[in-house]
């Protein structure tokens, strides 16, 4: 797999191998049907949802748009993921070419950040909804969701960028096997025969910048939503307030779990087997972006009413 040192990747190792769970392959097997159906499941229920919220007139409304690209983040990470991990637990296909690779985890990366960033724009969205509802049509219009998106992707896009390209850049001479099944950023800078220290710094300072500022944001706007819901005399302008409000913290805490992997990854990854972490990115990837819809299919009741219409229409 090796040939001239001539400093470029491609002419020392031609592609990378994915080996899942060194030291317990007989997890691949138990766990292929059970992330087959919640791929299935994940997919379904966010198609539900988008469809419902595209037909439904009535959820024509900026939170349900900024929903509905949460909704299709959640539905790429799943693609960008799973149809490369199953085929490797099925089949033992187990190569990667340096550009898949890399889009890959380009893809990871980006889409980890435009969520986080969505997140705090919805939050934005029930902060001035709930304490200058006067305002709201105002402020919260189309244009606006126009906007947020654009800098969603401009912000996200911009900053994730540069961790496929200091990957790329790195040199490759010894080993070509990549210990997870995903090609992350550390997992892939692991196997450089180079200094990867920007690489780790990159990837900490971009992590914690990205998600930690945006989730100390959304903390904010979530206790002076809760400030504000406390001094309304309404019982059910209090109890709408907290289911919607409810709705998006516990997508919240869903995501936040990323923080926990990576920490977990790279701190105790010595003290526990290596394929622990791998099996936790892994179900972090297609479980928690099926919870997403069911939690507002749930909890919020213009979604519950707008699927039931569909569902009597459909029959």
Same mark, same amino acid.
Not at 38 to 44: E, I, V, Y
Not at 134 to 137: H, R, T, V
């Given at each position: 797999m090796t040939a001239h040192q001539n400093g470029s990747i491609s002419a020392e190792i031609s592609d990378f191998l994915l080996n899942c769970f060194g030291r317990s392959p007989t997890w691949q097997l138990w766990l292929s049907l059970p992330l087959s159906l919640?791929? @299935?499941?994940?997919?379904?229920a966010h198609a539900t949802l988008l469809i419902t919220i595209r037909l439904e007139a009535s959820l024509h409304e900026p939170m349900y748009y900024l929903l509905s690209l949460?909704?299709?983040l959640d539905m790429e990470l799943c693609l960008t993921v799973i149809p490369k991990v199953l085929p490797i637990f099925w089949f033992d296909l187990r190569p990667i070419s340096f550009f898949a690779c890399f889009l890959q985890m380009f893809t990871m990366n980006s889409i980890f950040a435009m969520e986080s960033c969505t997140f705090l724009v919805m939050?934005?969205?029930r902060y001035v909804a709930i304490c200058h509802p006067?305002?709201? @049509?105002s402020i919260i219009t189309d244009q606006f969701v126009v906007k947020a998106v654009i800098f969603i992707l401009a912000r996200s896009i911009f900053l994730t960028v540069p961790i496929p390209i200091l990957s790329?850049?790195?040199h490759f001479c010894r080993e070509n096997v990549i210990e997870n099944c995903l090609c992350a950023n550390m997992s892939v800078s692991r196997l450089s025969c180079g200094d990867?220290?920007?690489n780790r710094l990159y990837q900490f300072a971009c992590g914690w910048t990205l998600l930690g500022f945006d989730l100390i944001l959304i903390f904010l706007s979530y206790t002076l939503i809760l400030k504000a819901v406390l001094r309304l005399k309404s019982e059910g302008a209090v109890a709408k307030a907290l289911s919607t409000c409810g709705s998006h913290v516990i997508l919240i805490l869903f995501f936040s779990t990323v923080l926990l992997v990576f920490v977990f990854t790279l701190v105790v990854e010595k003290e526990v087997s290596s394929d622990m972490p791998v099996l936790l990115n892994i179900l972090h990837h297609v479980i928690r972006p099926a919870l997403n819809p069911i939690v507002y299919g749930v909890r919020t009741q213009e979604i519950k009413q707008g699927i039931q219409r569909l569902l009597k229409k459909g029959w």
């Open positions: 919640l791929f @299935l499941l994940d997919m379904g949460l909704s299709l939050a934005y969205d006067l305002q709201y @049509l790329g850049r790195l990867i220290i920007i």
